[in-house]
């Protein structure tokens, strides 16, 4: 199986600020077809999880654009520009490309200073 | 507006059996594969099961395959969960998502099930 391993696991940060979560894997996440299927999920305390970026760098609907991804290969990093009060929770980050299983992370517990 | 709503959680015996069923809503259900992902109490996101849009093909986690059933209902639009023989260490809240070819689009509520004795 391929073994996500996300770093830091806890990220104190100031409002305002950015933060970076990064997100290794095992394996080249380059699918056959072309794609890189990596994926990041936020979950909010309490909260189910909810995806971000799909495909490495693609926000979903709704996502503000405070939140980016990149990378390639087997490194890859979620951006958060100007950290609000609203982004506190755990963020994943899970490969699709190898499948099954699907893979995650440890998860980063992103919190206010 | 997609909407995954679980049911059928509870507390069990280890040995036990429990059903958990998931109704979805909001997109084509029978153009889907679906699938379970579990969270165990504060740790991380663990994959369970997933089920073909006909329903012919089932993937299982090691740590469940023999145990667990995935099956789907399209006259329903429910995706179901037999837990057979469950251990304390499948305690954990079961989460109903939408597989999106490589990706998760959609998570449930969640449904907390508790082995026990």
């Known amino acids: 199986d391929v073994v996500m391993t996300q770093s830091p696991l806890s990220l104190p940060v100031t409002l305002g600020q950015s933060a970076s979560i990064s997100c290794n894997s095992s394996?080249?996440?380059?699918?056959?077809?072309?794609?890189?299927?990596l994926n990041w999920f936020q979950q909010r305390p309490g909260r189910s999880p909810r995806r971000l970026i799909y495909?490495?760098?693609k926000r979903d609907s709704g996502v503000p654009d405070r939140f980016s991804g990149s990378g390639s290969g087997t490194d890859f990093t979620l951006k958060i520009s100007r950290v609000e009060a609203e982004d506190v929770g755990v963020y994943y980050c899970m490969q699709g490309t190898y499948w099954p299983p699907w893979t995650f992370g440890q998860g980063t517990k992103v919190e206010i200073k | 507006e997609v909407q995954l709503v679980e049911s059928g959680g509870g507390l069990v015996q280890p040995g036990g059996s429990l059903r958990l069923s998931c109704a979805t809503s909001?997109?084509?259900?029978?153009?889907?594969?679906m699938a379970w992902v579990r969270q165990a109490p504060g740790k991380g996101l663990e994959w369970v099961s997933t089920i073909s849009v006909n329903g012919d093909d089932r993937r299982y986690a090691d740590s469940v395959k023999g145990r667990f059933i995935i099956s789907r209902d399209s006259s329903k639009n429910t995706v179901d969960l037999q837990m057979n023989s469950l251990r304390t260490e499948d305690t954990a809240v079961y989460y109903c998502?939408?597989?999106?070819?490589?990706?998760?689009?959609?998570w449930g509520l969640g449904a907390l099930v508790t082995v026990s004795s």
């Open positions: 495909k490495v760098s």
């Open positions: 998502v939408k597989d999106a070819y490589g990706s998760i689009d959609y």
């Open positions: 909001g997109f084509i259900f029978s153009k889907s594969p």
């Open positions: 394996q080249n996440l380059v699918h056959s077809d072309g794609d890189t299927y």
